[in-house]
Every structure is written in structure tokens, then in C-alpha cells.
């Protein structure tokens, strides 16, 4: 090992951030010291009766322990052990309170660490003008500590050995403090890191986190996917008839137009969630529901596709989730059949006490057209869909058609 290299620890910002944190401690310390200098001279004061000495020691000790078990203190520990320590704990899970383990653990790294700021700042406040006292006088510099005092076998006319003496103390006292500092570093996870019933509740938040970002790709691809299609098929007609059927072409322009617009609504809304997502606060804005979905027909029949729709029972009655699924659902069917589907599309919407069951029926295999299967992102949306509402769906070619029949159960309202 190098002298630099030997030096290292004495001139890190690590250690003078970890020295921070022991006094830090020591800070803290403070008032328990007084505590203990207060009650000791109370219990040597025979004027005052003990029976109430011990009562007022009773109690001081409660107030003296309640802070060491808070969450509140835990959670100000942890953030000083991150900054000062450079240790990468994990904030505490929000809204969940610390079990007796989590409780005893935070407890005993708060008393350890009070316990050794108050040792380092004694050190600290006494070792060091001793220390700086040893070395000045080898300067010439007249203090009364080295000049009327004996240290062990060394008076004030040992110069040389005092300020030897000095300097080790001096860089005695830079690793003690880099030692404990890595002490703590390595104590913290242990004793601050999350208790079990917290790594789930962190397992879980990330488990809806992720759950939220699916449900907000799934919308955006059916969304956005759909408006595309249409627009797409939309424009196509038109530029086969544009010299033959000018009223075709307003009209497709016309749906091209709406198309682009409701396209635009949806992904400010879905971009509004994904701002709001961080702050907590709810995001409202309107969602396609089944009570969409004679619009949802009328703007596929405007881009080509015939579309013979059949529905039974009021969508009013169905629950506003299972309604926006069913939509999707519905919305996405309608955009396979447009890209890869041939003839035309039957659409059946079964609205009856307890389950919402559709089915949406087409031709495959259109010359020059790709798989529908192939189309997985949207199969895999509908499944996810149908699968968290505790349906069932089955999608897949059926003979030379296309066949996409869900059963998502609801509870009505009574």
C-alpha cells in the first residue's frame, strides 16, 4: 500500500459526509445527556424524595423512548443515511406502518447511533485542543496544558514526542471516524433496510404500476391503431373514385377529419394520465363506452367495411368498466376485420342480466392481405381485457371466418 494511498481515507468527502452523520448523532445525543446529568444530581440530592425522583424518572425514560420507535424517525434516518452515508435505502412504503420487527431494528440503529455520535464529539471536543495544543508548542507557542501538565512519561519538555503525539492523534481520530463511517454504512441496510411485509407492499405498488402502464398501451394501441385504419381506408376510397364520386370524397374526408380528431382526444387523455400519474391527483376525462358504439359502427361503415350489427339489452345498465372494455373490445375486432379481413363483419351484442357476450364474425384470407393472427399486440389486449374483468374469449380462425366471441360478468346495480 502506497503513503497516497494510505492517506485516502483521511481526505475522502465520504468520510468527512460520514463524520457529519456520527455528530450528527452526537447532536441528538444532547438532550439525553442532559437528562442523565439531571437525574443523577436529583438522586444526590437528599432534600428531594426519591419515591418522586423515580416517578419523574419514569417518565422522562417513556419520553425519552417513544422517539426512538416512531416511523417519523425512521423515515429521517433513512434519508440522512442516503445523503450522508451514500447507502441506497429505499424510501419507506407509503401508508404502511412499521411491525414490531421494523420497530425494535430502527430502535437500536437510532440508539447505536446516538450512542457513538456522543462518543466521537467527546473525542472530537477533547482530543482535538489536546492534539493541536502538543503540535503548537513545537512552534514555540506557550501553552499552559503542555508546560504545567505530564502526559504518562512525557512533560512539556518532550516537544518532539508531543507533537509525534499530536499528529497520531490527529490522524487516529481521521480513521476512527472513516472506520465507523463504513461501520455504519454497512450496519444501515441491515437494521433500516424494509421488513418483509414492506418488500411486498413495494412489490405490489410496482405490480400496479406496471398494470397501469399495460392498460395505457392497450388503450393507446386501440385508440390510435383504430383512427389510423380508418383514415387509412378512408383515403384509399377516395383516391380510387376521386375523379368519378366527388360526394364519396367529401364524405371520406369528412370521416378522416372527425377520425383525426377523436384520435387526438383520446391520446390527450391518455398523455393526461401519464402526467397526473405522479401526483396523485385523478384524472377525468370521457372514455368510449358501449353507448359509443352505434358511432364505432357508423365510422366503420364510412371507411368501407359493411358492418351488420345486432344488439339486445340497454348498455345504460351494464357497469362503466365492463362497458369501456367491451368497447375496446369491439373497437379493436372492427380494425382487424378492416386491415385483414374480407366481407363483411356481423356484430352481436348480447346485453343480459349478469354478462355482456359479443361476437364479432368475418372472412379471412382476403388476397394480398396479412394474418389477423399475426396482429398480436391487439389479440394479446383483448385476452388481457377479458382475463382482468374474470371472462373468458375465444378468438381465432373458425372454418373460412374470423371469429371473436368474449364473456365479461358484471354485477348490476340494484
Do not use: C, K
Request: hydrophobic share 50%.
Amino acid at each position: 500500500m502506497t503513503f497516497r494511498a494510505a492517506l485516502a481515507p483521511l481526505v475522502a468527502g465520504t468520510t468527512w459526509r460520514r463524520g457529519v452523520f456520527l455528530l450528527l448523532g452526537g447532536v441528538l445525543a444532547l438532550p439525553y445527556g442532559l437528562l442523565v446529568v439531571t437525574f443523577v444530581e436529583l438522586l444526590g440530592d437528599s432534600a428531594i424524595p426519591r419515591s418522586l425522583t423515580y416517578a419523574l424518572l419514569v417518565i422522562a425514560v417513556l419520553i425519552a423512548v417513544v422517539p426512538l420507535l416512531l416511523d417519523g424517525s425512521r423515515a429521517l434516518e433513512i434519508a440522512a443515511v442516503r445523503r450522508l452515508l451514500g447507502v441506497d435505502l429505499p424510501e419507506p412504503a407509503l401508508g404502511h406502518r412499521g411491525d414490531r420487527e421494523t420497530r425494535l431494528r430502527s430502535a437500536l440503529w437510532i440508539a447505536t447511533h446516538l450512542i457513538v455520535g456522543a462518543v466521537v464529539m467527546i473525542a472530537l471536543f477533547s482530543a482535538l485542543p489536546m492534539a493541536l495544543a502538543f503540535i503548537a508548542q513545537q512552534f514555540g507557542v506557550d501553552t499552559e496544558l503542555t508546560s504545567q501538565e505530564r502526559f504518562g512519561p512525557l512533560d512539556g519538555r518532550d516537544s518532539g514526542w508531543l507533537t509525534v503525539t499530536g499528529v497520531a492523534m490527529f490522524v487516529g481520530l481521521g480513521y476512527a471516524v472513516a472506520g465507523l463511517g463504513a461501520l455504519a454504512g454497512s450496519m444501515a441496510p441491515v437494521l433500516l433496510g424494509p421488513a418483509q411485509a414492506e418488500r411486498i407492499a413495494a412489490l405490489e405498488a410496482q405490480a400496479t404500476r406496471l398494470a397501469e402502464r399495460n392498460r395505457l398501451a392497450r388503450e393507446l394501441h386501440d385508440s390510435i391503431g383504430h383512427a389510423l385504419t380508418v383514415a387509412t381506408l378512408q383515403a384509399g376510397a377516395a383516391r380510387e373514385v376521386l375523379d368519378s364520386d366527388r360526394e364519396f370524397v367529401r364524405r371520406a374526408l369528412t370521416a378522416i377529419e372527425e377520425t383525426g380528431r377523436t384520435a387526438m382526444d383520446e391520446l390527450d387523455h391518455v398523455l393526461g394520465v401519464l402526467r397526473e400519474a405522479g401526483t396523485g391527483q385523478p384524472v377525468v376525462a370521457p372514455q368510449r363506452t358501449l353507448a359509443d358504439l352505434d358511432r364505432l359502427v357508423t365510422d366503420a361503415r364510412a371507411a368501407g367495411l359493411a358492418v351488420h350489427a345486432h344488439r339486445v339489452g340497454d348498455p345504460a345498465r351494464v357497469p362503466a368498466v365492463v362497458s369501456r372494455e367491451g368497447y375496446r373490445i369491439v373497437q379493436e375486432g372492427l380494425t382487424n376485420a378492416a386491415r385483414y379481413g374480407a366481407g363483411p363483419v356481423t356484430l352481436r351484442l348480447d346485453l343480459h342480466a349478469g354478462a355482456l357476450e359479443l361476437e364479432l364474425v368475418n372472412a379471412v384470407n382476403r388476397p394480398g392481405r396479412a394474418d389477423p393472427g399475426r396482429g398480436g399486440r391487439g389479440l394479446d389486449g383483448m385476452r388481457e381485457r377479458v382475463l382482468l374483468l374474470g371472462g373468458r374469449i375465444t378468438v381465432g380462425p373458425d372454418g373460412d371466418r374470423w371469429l371473436i366471441r368474449a364473456r365479461l360478468p358484471y354485477e348490476e346495480a340494484t
